[in-house]
């Protein structure tokens, strides 16, 4: 079986949104704020991830988001994240823009739970805010690693949104990446 990941950038604040800049949010561009050493270190981190995953769970935007600036590059990092076999969710006729991709045209709370029970490995959430809202609110998700970045917003797309009842989880590790940077990790109780 299977476990579900989220792996976010997030702020204090809990915003996902814009984390580069490029989408045009007023306060978006916060990810680059960071010194050298940590961004570094949270590659390093990203790195071990994707070596360790099984497949990466995407909705359409991030699809689309990650290929454009993936496909064309090339290393450990590019070529293990553009070989991987990704699952996009979208209601959308359109092919996946990332290579090795499958559209999961179904009911996403069905279609994520399927995955789960067939893949041996971590199935990785990566910038799927909304797709990660359906998942916790429907038990899928397994672990929760936030990558808090030292900054309040104010405003933007928060990870968390409502849900219908308490999502219980626990401590599973905390770890720094340079020195701004804290990685907090969660689990299902």
């Not at 561009?29 to 570094?40: A, I, M």
């Not at 936030?146 to 999502?167: D, K, N, Q, W, Y």
């Not at 701004?180 to 969660?186: I, Q």
Request: aromatic residues 8%; without cysteine; negative net charge.
């Amino acid at each position: 079986m299977g476990k579900i990941v989220i792996s976010m950038n997030v702020t204090l604040d809990g915003v996902v949104q814009d984390p580069t800049g490029d989408d045009g949010f007023e306060r978006g561009g916060w990810f680059p704020q960071v010194g050298e050493e940590d961004r570094k270190q949270w590659a390093e981190l990203e790195l071990e991830e994707a070596l360790r995953a099984e497949a990466l769970l995407l909705g359409r935007g991030s699809d689309e988001w990650f290929a454009a600036r993936w496909l064309p590059r090339t290393g450990e990092w590019a070529d293990r994240l553009n070989s991987m076999p990704k699952y996009v969710v979208s209601s959308s006729p359109r092919e996946p823009r990332w290579g090795n991709a499958t559209v999961l045209r179904g009911e996403v709370v069905a279609e994520a739970a399927r995955l789960r029970r067939e893949l041996a490995g971590e199935i990785v959430v990566y910038a799927s805010a909304r797709l990660t809202q359906t998942l916790l609110e429907h038990d899928l998700v397994d672990e929760l690693r936030l990558i808090v970045f030292p900054v309040v917003l104010g405003a933007g797309e928060r990870l968390f949104g409502g849900t219908s009842a308490a999502r219980p989880l626990r401590l599973a590790g905390t770890r720094t990446l340079g020195d701004d940077l804290v990685v907090l990790t969660y689990r299902r109780r």
